[in-house]
């Protein structure tokens, strides 16, 4: 049915998928009234999940990654269940010129803020390449905040005549071939912070053009930091900074190499991060360069940073000797260090504004759980600001479990959002885990580590900030208080908050 209306939805096609055990899937196309039915079922937690022209792709109950599973079972009802479908919304427009002539050459990123924690954070969503008339289109979008990045090849003469053309070739007029396209953002402007933001409501169509104006390209070199000076360096990728968590593959430039240098032209303004590989075999090198190419000196991103903290191992897990990794946001580039005697560790390394994980590979079967001053948690990423020291608590034991479910007036509370919140959960930390109860009100919550939490249920919390320390702090003293040892599973049921 439409979420807005109430009116029955026909032609839209229902899946149904068993989410632990056989692989089961089967799918059903309504009629006129919007019904549908599965029979036969085995018992289990089904997913069930609808598309239809017009209408965002979603699974029952969704928010985001998550969904209400559906539980089919003796005694249990699953019958009846009343599938509200949003409006897909939609941003189409065209890319233009300096000359208003349409930009056949590029792409266009979706991006969509997201609220997390109180504060507000680009992801990406989409990209679409624009068409010989500079076309492009995003549909079936959820109704949310959205940001728009062009990023274009050249200029057409500049790709035709090069970026340095010789004397004897001919220029077209006055035309300056030594330029380039900025990355743009919607409506005009030059980075994600002064971007302009599209609302989306349900259903709403948006037209979002884009004019890019060539800027000056510039020269890059940068030194391959190798041992022996006339080795070419290997795997190079450049990669144009768009948000933190957000970067896309340089457009064609040209490369070439110096004596012990990389050199790279056509680059444009803004920040571009460069990685590349030395030596072969056990001498292999991986490098990774910042650079801001604004400034007027095309100078380093990269300030230099201390990362101190120290590991806890659970229920005897060795931690002296092990290595911990820092790796930069899609693992473009990766530091280590060992653990001392006494579990402490330390980075001090250059390091770029950006998105990091951290990872131990010794320990790659427990969760990390990571508490720390001088950054913040996105999802499962850090945000490290450079030259701003960090201290941060690792601990590492077995992956706990809590299942139960909710209640509300005595029966199953479907849909509600859950939350396990760990202690001293003002701190910046990755200990927080959510989930959505199923159809009879039961949840489950994976990869816990190990520690004391208080567990709460709120009926509408998917609609709050649920991240932020205001909204756990509203409901955490109402939770129950729970221990989770180290591969441990605890049973717990919860009543329902509003």
Excluded: C
Excluded at 201 to 224: C, F, M, N, Q, Y
Excluded at 352 to 360: A, F, H, N, P, S
Excluded at 398 to 420: H, N, Q
């Amino acid at each position: 049915m439409d979420a807005a209306s109430g009116r029955p939805l026909g032609v839209t096609e229902v899946t149904i998928g068993l989410i632990v055990g056989k692989n089961l899937h089967a799918a059903y196309a309504t009629g006129a009234d919007g019904k549908f039915s599965f029979e036969g079922l085995p018992a289990g937690r089904y997913q069930l999940s609808v598309k239809r022209r017009g209408y965002a792709p979603q699974s029952y109950k969704g928010h985001d990654e998550y969904w209400s599973a559906i539980v089919v079972g003796p005694g249990l009802k699953s019958e009846d269940l009343r599938f509200a479908m949003s409006a897909g919304a939609s941003i189409a427009g065209r890319v233009f010129d300096e000359r208003g002539d349409p930009v056949r050459d590029g792409t266009v990123l979706l991006l969509r803020e997201v609220t997390n924690g109180g504060r507000r954070w680009l992801t990406r969503i989409d990209s679409e390449g624009f068409d010989d008339l500079g076309a492009y289109r995003f549909g079936h979008l959820e109704p949310g905040v959205y940001v728009l990045a062009v990023i274009a090849q050249r200029p057409w003469y500049a790709a035709l005549y090069g970026v340095h053309p010789t004397a004897a070739e001919v220029r077209p007029g006055d035309m300056d071939t030594n330029v380039v396209y900025p990355v743009t953002f919607y409506p005009g402007a030059m980075d994600a912070e002064a971007a302009g933001r599209i609302t989306l409501t349900a259903g709403e169509s948006a037209t979002a053009d884009v004019s890019l104006a060539p800027v000056a390209a510039r020269d890059v070199s940068i030194k391959t930091e190798s041992d022996d000076p006339t080795a070419r360096p290997r795997m190079i990728f450049a990669a144009l900074y768009i948000a933190d968590g957000v970067v896309e593959t340089l457009p064609t430039t040209t490369l070439g190499f110096g004596r012990g240098s990389i050199e790279i032209g056509g680059v444009p303004p803004g920040r571009v991060d460069l990685t590349w590989t030395t030596g072969t075999g056990k001498n292999a090198q991986e490098h990774f360069k910042s650079l801001n190419s604004s400034e007027g000196d095309a100078g380093s991103s990269i300030v230099m940073t201390t990362i101190r903290g120290v590991v806890e191992g659970v229920s005897g897990a060795k931690v002296t000797g092990t290595t911990v990794e820092l790796r930069v946001d899609e693992g473009r580039k990766t530091y280590s260090t060992v653990v001392g005697p006494n579990g402490e560790f330390e980075f001090h390394e250059e390091l770029v504004r950006g998105l990091y994980t951290i990872e131990m590979p010794q320990l790659a079967d427990m969760p990390l759980g990571v508490r720390g001053k001088g950054m913040s948690f996105f999802d499962e990423s850090m945000e490290i600001q450079p030259g701003r020291d960090v201290e941060m608590k690792i601990v590492a034991g077995r992956a706990g479990r809590v299942r139960g479910r909710v209640v509300k007036s005595g029966a199953g509370a479907e849909g509600a959002f859950v939350a396990l919140v760990p202690e001293k959960f003002e701190d910046s930390n990755n200990l927080l885990r959510v989930g959505e109860t199923d159809s009879a009100g039961g949840f489950e919550l994976e990869k816990i580590v190990p520690g004391r939490y208080r567990l709460i249920a709120v009926e509408d919390g998917w609609n709050a900030d649920w991240r932020s320390v205001e909204f756990l702090r509203r409901f955490v003293g109402g939770g129950k208080e729970l221990e989770i040892g180290a591969g441990g599973v605890v049973t717990a049921e919860a009543e329902a908050m509003k």
